[in-house]
């Protein structure tokens, strides 16, 4: 019997996400996505199917890749407008009581201080159901905006990053040590000074000599996800994320990653299983083959073209407006593109791919696999991709939202509970505690757990220095 399949949907502060040009579907409530309602209603939506998360993307920029400027961009809404995904995490946990969030922000951007704060802050209003997406930022447009002259190289984003990170165990794990907050009405002690400290980070990006501003909250560190493809973007997950969101397009490719994201881990010193990994993907259920069939018709006539492309372009760094529908992807001659026809060769093997299909595999949930199917159908399908490639979960991004949601929750999850493979309720206590860990705590080989005794380490260094 296959293992517990984990869900999570995927959307953004933003107009149709992933499916550019469904917007214009009658049904779709994407374009509503600037109203509370909108994602309170969503969060109880996905409460009722037992989601783990509600995974929240986020862009800090415009994609200005596709014809050389941001036109096409604003013309089809492809992720702009875009609202911050903060401030929506606070009201859909005030109307849930176990779904988990995971926010998207980029350390590129913000200094790693006033950001631990924000993070410890919304771990104590969620009552521990936080996550932090790490992520580096990938957009021209939003380092020039920031008054950089340009986005830093690729291995050299991961290593600010290390050093981000640094600092943001220190605040988050050491700063504060247990039992620092007493409470005590009678002599009117709230905390025990000597139990706060300040970090003394003094590194190559970061001067943080002071101490963390708050108290420790039920997680400390928000459970961490990551989004690497790369094999610097791997390994930093593999020494560092407990879910790792991927986008392979076959089960050929997925079963690599999976491996070797797997194998990284455990070369790092942490448990392998304990790294939950999901892929991307999008369902579109029916009651029957037939009627998916019919609801997936319908969608595909409201996908914009060029809203594909856009994303794409962003996404590559290469300028599709350059090309024409019917170019087959092997005669682009560029590295990028190489690397994307060589994926995508595996859903498809021997498949010429053009530009125009390209956009079509795009248009509906952006690069994962689409699943079109009765429960039946699609549940046998995700149950395969679950015991070929020994993924954990998928990311489910939508087509029509609230529609495509709604219809896994209603059709999809009970057939999963039926089998075995979903589970009847949740997990009590944090979201840690929710997705298998141990305690609501990192565990003691994440790299974290060495920054929980500043104190000591102090002065363990004091003393070798005076030696």
């Not at 009678?186 to 963390?212: C, L």
Request: glycine share 8%.
């Amino acid at each position: 019997m296959s293992r517990e399949i984990r869900l999570n949907a995927f959307d953004m502060n933003c107009v149709a996400h992933q499916s550019p040009g469904l917007w214009r579907h009658p049904r779709d409530r994407s374009w509503e996505y600037k109203d509370l309602e909108y994602w309170t209603e969503l969060a109880q939506l996905l409460e009722r199917g037992l989601f783990d998360g509600l995974f929240i993307a986020d862009v800090l920029g415009l994609y200005d890749v596709y014809g050389g400027g941001p036109e096409a961009t604003l013309r089809e809404a492809t992720q702009v407008p875009v609202n911050d995904p903060l401030a929506l995490i606070t009201p859909m946990a005030a109307v849930t009581r176990h779904l988990g969030f995971g926010l998207t922000a980029s350390l590129s951007f913000e200094h790693p201080y006033p950001f631990a704060r924000r993070l410890s802050t919304l771990d104590h209003l969620t009552k521990g159901r936080i996550g932090w997406n790490i992520v580096t930022s990938y957009l021209e447009s939003g380092a020039r905006n920031l008054g950089q002259s340009a986005q830093a190289d690729h291995d050299a984003r991961y290593d600010y990053a290390e050093e981000y990170l640094q600092v943001v165990y220190k605040l988050l794990e050491g700063s504060w040590e247990e039992g620092a907050v007493l409470r005590d009405h009678a002599s009117g002690r709230f905390t025990d000074p000597a139990k706060v400290h300040p970090i003394g980070h003094h590194g190559r990006h970061f001067q943080v000599p002071g101490y963390h501003l708050c108290e420790p909250s039920p997680q400390r560190t928000p459970v961490l996800y990551q989004a690497g493809a790369s094999s610097r973007g791997r390994q930093f997950a593999a020494e560092h994320a407990e879910c790792v969101f991927v986008a392979a397009p076959s089960k050929t490719v997925l079963k690599q990653t999976v491996a070797d994201i797997r194998r990284r881990a455990a070369e790092a010193g942490r448990d392998p299983r304990q790294v939950l990994i999901f892929n991307l993907q999008t369902v579109i259920v029916g009651e029957s083959d037939a009627q998916a069939r019919a609801k997936w018709q319908d969608y595909r006539g409201y996908v914009s073209y060029e809203g594909a492309l856009t994303l794409i372009s962003g996404w590559t760094g290469i300028d599709f407006a350059a090309y024409r529908p019917d170019q087959v992807l092997k005669h682009l001659h560029t590295n990028a593109i190489q690397s994307a026809v060589e994926a995508f060769s595996t859903a498809d093997p021997g498949k010429q791919w053009t530009v125009q299909e390209l956009a079509d595999w795009v248009g509906i949930g952006g690069f994962g696999p689409l699943l079109v199917g009765s429960p039946a159908t699609v549940a046998d399908e995700l149950q395969s991709w679950v015991e070929e490639t020994d993924v954990d979960g998928f990311n489910l991004a939508y087509a029509v939202t609230h529609e495509t949601f709604a219809d896994v929750v209603d059709l999809l999850v009970p057939e999963l509970q039926r089998r075995g493979v979903y589970k009847q309720a949740y997990q009590a206590g944090t979201l840690r505690e929710k997705l298998g860990g141990a305690g609501p705590r990192l565990p003691a080989e994440h790299p974290a757990a060495s920054y929980r005794d500043l104190a000591r380490q102090r002065e363990e260094s004091a003393i070798r220095v005076l030696a």
